[in-house]
């Protein structure tokens, strides 16, 4: 198994343009999630997903959509990138959201840098 | 809403034994969760605790006492291999969240 899989690893962009971070994993989990961590923090919950067709805001959504097709994929899309959105991004998984409130699988990360 | 508060750093050397507080205020407690990330990488879950009392796994322990709404990570045998951060982490009452501390970065020194 992959495991949980992030791409691409850096970005950049400039503001106002608009990317997708990708997320995929392999391990038939139901609950995933999205997480920004801002140098020397801890992380913060962007947008999760209790399952296919299934998402919900985290403590910090503003400027970020997602959408969850199928179980495996949970892309993050910003929708007019910010100097304040410059962080890690990282994508988790668990097999259930109350499995999940206890352990997740995290990918390796997106640096994401916005000039 | 729910916080946590850790301490920001700790030093100690190979050999020694180090212990993480991690202490909470939620709307409800659910478990109190441990993770792992060293630089430049992704968190990994380290343990849980549900209820009062000790978990031990391998080198590593947690404790929980709910009604001083307190945890703590007990790193033993401290490896080099140790420095890294160590975030505690508490569930949300809706049970679909995790909410992190800011995190403890342990540096082990030779």
């Known amino acids: 198994n992959a495991g949980v899989t992030q791409t691409p690893k850096f970005q950049v962009l400039k503001t106002g343009q608009s990317m997708t971070l990708q997320c995929a994993q392999d391990m038939n989990h139901e609950y995933m999630s999205w997480y920004r961590q801002d140098p020397g923090m801890g992380l913060r919950l962007i947008h999760y997903s209790v399952g296919a067709g299934i998402t919900d805001q985290g403590e910090v959504p503003n400027g970020y959509n997602v959408s969850r097709s199928t179980t495996e994929d949970f892309p993050l899309r910003l929708l007019s990138a910010a100097p304040s959105q410059t962080s890690v991004y990282f994508c988790?998984?668990?097999?259930?959201?109350?499995?999940?409130?206890?352990?997740?699988?995290f990918g390796p990360g997106t640096r994401l840098t916005v000039l | 809403g729910q916080s946590l508060e850790q301490p920001s750093e700790v030093t100690a050397v190979e050999g020694a034994i180090v212990q993480i507080n991690c202490t909470y205020q939620t709307s409800g407690f659910y478990g109190l969760s441990w993770y792992q990330q060293h630089d430049g990488g992704a968190p990994t879950f380290l343990s849980y605790n549900a209820l009062d009392g000790l978990e031990e796994t391998g080198r590593f322990s947690s404790f929980l006492s709910r009604s001083d709404s307190y945890g703590y990570l007990l790193l033993q045998e401290l490896q080099m291999k140790d420095s890294a951060s160590y975030f505690c982490a508490v569930r949300d009452p809706a049970g679909n969240k995790l909410t992190f501390g800011g995190g403890t970065r342990v540096l082990v020194k030779p």
């Open positions: 988790a998984s668990s097999y259930s959201s109350l499995a999940g409130a206890r352990e997740q699988f």
